[in-house]
């Protein structure tokens, strides 16, 4: 696999990170892309996703970002959840200094609208459920999917999310837990909400002692019936074996009601526009961290949350995904200039990306005892959320929400130049 030797990627995996990659690959002359899907049509569980300077960048080099609107962010409001009191109103810090268009909650189908307008319509099979993959010892990796079809590719990139049947293949002893988190999300028209007080004039997080809740615009001011969302979130729910194992099925208005019913009642209210049936249920799952994100003598790469098991720890998995994606096909573009094997790609790819979630395990470490000193040294609940909201606004997250993938494949390749330099002179 040098030279001109056409290159064959199959992609598991058609979220947001599967089509970025498939974007990216598509545009290499000496890659041939397919990816697997495995339901039967497009599809994107969930609500709202949150897109910063980060996702601006990376969308823009994918060229799909005008395809993506949304509700601003720019003015959000922190509330204790049981008394309703303000704590505290900022600037979303990843704004207009950085990327004019801001920070935005849109909706998910939106980013995956735009993303599949961008992705050569042949290259995409559906319907195919990835049941079995298998090192072949002379080359590549043999597919086996469940409808009994088989295919062979050079490289195989797992873009199939948190419970990832790539990694898990790739690392059978990595194992996920649940997080005793639960998420319940919907998205409700605008104007549903209308007549309660503080709930659509801004984006807004409503801390509870078990939970919290999230309120956003996920549509701009264009539309002509806005949609908003509610996402509501258990922090201690008991794990049920066989059972919590959910990822966007429905919850009765009810499971979500008992949630909330210590809340303020403008949270209540709210929960009880939801039409019945309306609700999806997520379990949050999380894992280590991975040594490294490619395997099987760098055959195999994971991209998004299978190589990051975070359960939406930043709020910015897709764009983590996407950036994944986008540096891969550098480093295959790359290599391939100098007629290096494929090989060598997938190790500047991990190279590159798994010190950057590293750094975000470390972070959230730090971020867990920090929080665990706060329950120790508070007396009061109100005392515990300032300590928690100090560390959730004001902690330095710009490596992620303004983070510059262009400039970190260009500060990579000078890196590189300098050390080729230092050995020649």
Do not use: C
């Not at 970025?20 to 569980?45: D, M, W």
């Not at 249920?281 to 949350?305: Q, S, T, Y």
Request: net charge negative.
């Amino acid at each position: 696999m040098v030279g001109r030797t056409l290159i064959n990627v199959a992609i598991i995996g058609g979220g947001p990170g599967g089509l970025g990659t498939a974007i990216a690959l598509s545009q290499l002359p000496f890659v041939q892309v397919t990816l697997y899907e495995k339901n039967p049509e497009p599809r994107e569980a969930g609500a709202g996703i949150s897109l910063s300077t980060n996702a601006w960048k990376v969308l823009d080099l994918l060229g799909a970002s005008d395809g993506v609107r949304g509700g601003s962010k720019s003015n959000t409001h922190q509330r204790n959840a049981h008394k309703g009191t303000i704590l505290s109103v900022v600037e979303s810090p990843e704004s207009s200094e950085a990327d004019s268009r801001g920070a935005i909650r849109a909706r998910r189908t939106r980013l995956q609208s735009a993303l599949l307008s961008r992705v050569p319509k042949e290259i995409i099979r559906y319907d195919k459920k990835l049941i079995h993959l298998e090192n072949l010892p002379s080359k590549g990796v043999r597919l086996l999917f469940h409808d009994r079809t088989e295919a062979v590719a050079d490289l195989v990139v797992g873009a199939d999310g948190i419970q990832s049947i790539v990694r898990r293949t790739l690392l059978p002893d990595h194992q996920l837990s649940f997080t005793g988190t639960i998420a319940w999300r919907v998205i409700v028209p605008k104007a549903s909400l209308a007549n309660i007080p503080d709930i659509t004039s801004f984006t807004s997080w409503w801390w509870g002692e078990k939970g919290h809740v999230y309120f956003s615009d996920v549509d701009d001011e264009s539309e002509e019936t806005p949609h908003f969302e509610i996402t509501v979130r258990g922090y201690r729910e008991p794990e049920i074996p066989g059972k919590t194992v959910v990822w966007g099925i429905p919850a009765s208005n009810d499971r979500v009601a008992s949630r909330v019913e210590n809340y303020d009642h403008r949270i209540k209210d709210a929960v009880n526009v939801v039409p019945e049936g309306a609700w999806r249920e997520f379990a949050m799952f999380a894992g280590p961290r991975l040594d490294r994100i490619i395997g099987w003598d760098n055959k195999v790469a994971l991209i998004g949350d299978a190589s990051h098991p975070l359960s939406g720890a930043f709020g910015s998995g897709a764009t983590f995904a996407m950036e994944d994606g986008w540096i891969l096909a550098r480093a295959l573009e790359y290599t391939h200039s100098l007629a290096l094997p494929v090989e060598d790609a997938l190790e500047i790819f991990n190279t590159i990306r798994s010190p950057y979630y590293a750094r975000m395990y470390e972070h959230l470490d730090q971020s867990e005892e920090r929080l665990r000193k706060a329950r120790q040294e508070t007396k009061s609940f109100d005392d515990f959320l300032r300590m928690k909201l100090e560390y959730f606004l004001y902690g330095d997250k710009d490596f992620i929400y303004k983070n510059d993938i262009q400039k970190v494949w260009e500060d990579y390749t000078l890196a590189v130049e300098r050390q080729e330099e230092g050995r020649g002179s």
